[in-house]
């Protein structure tokens, strides 16, 4: 199961500037309706910290091949499930690597958490 860590966090609060529109709908499925996307990672509530898996669970998910979580890792496209159409959750073995977005039949990992 994945856990949410320090190194996650930093990893998503760097993308807040590039993926306003993301980091919001995560915030926002998480109940957070004003959510306080510029805070420190010292500064944030623990109470309120949630596992990544927990955090992304409203995404779709396409499960990864071992030969794909690799391409992944280094930020590899792999190819999309017919129904991807949105961001996508991209796991191996139970494990979150990465939010890929669809961009010509294939999913770009624009976030990855796993180390390559």
Do not use: C, K
Not at 29 to 54: F, K, M, Q, T
Not at 60 to 79: K, T
């Amino acid at each position: 199961m994945s856990h949410y860590t320090t190194m996650d966090a930093g990893i998503i609060w760097g993308y807040i500037e590039r993926y306003p529109d993301l980091m919001h709908q995560i915030a926002v499925e998480l109940g957070y309706h004003n959510p306080p996307l510029g805070i420190p990672l010292e500064d944030a509530d623990s109470e309120r910290l949630v596992p990544l898996a927990e955090a992304l669970a409203f995404m779709p998910e396409r499960v990864l091949s071992a030969d794909e979580a690799a391409a992944v890792r280094h930020g590899r496209r792999v190819p999309a499930d017919e129904s991807a159409v949105e961001h996508t959750r991209l796991t191996h073995e139970g494990e979150i690597l990465a939010i890929g977005e669809p961009r010509g039949g294939e999913l770009q990992p624009v976030v990855v958490f796993a180390p390559a």
